[in-house]
């Protein structure tokens, strides 16, 4: 399920480059997956060595820090909806590039 959809990130975005990080990082079959992904849409699979691929709350902090400067804030209350899909969700600290 991860490497049908990150296929299909690479397919709609027109990125070249994977990076594989976490815990996921260590699995070396999801590794061999994202490889042979990268090779269909003449793309490049970066893994992060095996000393990074512990579950980092630095990345969750990084990217919560990134939200509240951009103005968003969330209540404990928050709602997790399992099924977004990654172009349904609203990214407003990134800007597009043509």
Same mark, same amino acid.
């Given at each position: 399920?991860?490497? $049908?959809?990150? $296929? /299909?990130?690479?397919?709609? =975005?027109? #990125? #070249?480059?994977?990076?594989?990080?976490?815990? &996921?990082?260590?699995?070396?079959?999801?590794?061999? #997956?994202?490889?042979?992904?990268? *090779?269909?849409?003449?793309?490049?699979?970066?893994?992060?060595?095996?000393?990074? =691929?512990?579950?980092?709350?630095?990345?969750?902090? !990084?990217?919560?820090?990134?939200?509240?400067?951009?103005?968003?804030?969330?209540?404990?209350?928050?709602?997790? #909806? %399992? *099924?977004? /899909?990654? $172009?349904?969700?609203?990214? %407003? !600290? /990134? *800007?597009? &590039?043509?």
């Amino acid at each position: 399920m991860l490497a $049908e959809a990150v $296929e /299909r990130s690479l397919a709609y =975005t027109g #990125k #070249k480059e994977i990076l594989l990080t976490g815990g &996921v990082a260590a699995n070396r079959t999801l590794k061999d #997956k994202l490889e042979c992904v990268a *090779k269909m849409h003449d793309a490049i699979c970066h893994v992060v060595g095996s000393a990074y =691929t512990g579950d980092c709350g630095a990345q969750i902090a !990084w990217t919560a820090m990134l939200a509240l400067q951009a103005g968003l804030a969330t209540s404990v209350d928050a709602l997790v #909806k %399992p *099924k977004w /899909r990654f $172009e349904d969700v609203d990214i %407003p !600290w /990134r *800007k597009e &590039v043509s």
